[in-house]
């Protein structure tokens, strides 16, 4: 059964900092490029980063550059998701997801999702 699985969410504190992660399991993540993306209640969904398969190729979204730093492992068949100097504004459910295609902000392009994990950023 192929399988995606965020962890690392929870409720964090404006300038706190969470690492989410991503676990694939029925498949391997070597040769997948993995997006994570994000929807905050009463918006669309929106691409928030993206590593290439081998890791050497990210981008990022304007909004968390120079805050968030995604990474993988593929030993671990991992995807990570460190986001630092969070604020009210990151609060939203983030998903990870899997596409042997090329980075992508489209959510269309990706063909494995995780059910996503709950960041709310609050003092």
């Known amino acids: 059964q192929l399988q995606f699985v965020e962890s690392g969410g929870g409720l964090v504190q404006p300038g706190g900092s969470l690492r989410l992660s991503c676990l694939a399991s029925?498949?391997?993540?070597?040769?997948?490029?993995v997006g994570w993306f994000r929807q905050a209640p009463g918006k669309e969904r929106e691409g928030v980063s993206c590593?290439?398969?081998?890791?050497?190729?990210?981008n990022y979204a304007d909004s968390v550059k120079g805050r968030f730093t995604i990474s993988r492992d593929n030993a671990k068949n991992t995807v990570y998701l460190q986001m630092n100097f969070l604020k009210p504004e990151d609060t939203a459910v983030y998903y990870c997801?899997?596409?042997?295609?090329?980075?992508?902000?489209?959510?269309?392009?990706?063909?494995?999702w995780g059910q996503g994990t709950q960041v709310t950023v609050s003092s």
């Open positions: 590593i290439g398969s081998s890791g050497s190729s990210t």
């Open positions: 997801a899997a596409t042997l295609r090329v980075c992508s902000t489209l959510d269309s392009e990706y063909d494995y």
């Open positions: 029925g498949f391997t993540l070597d040769f997948h490029a």
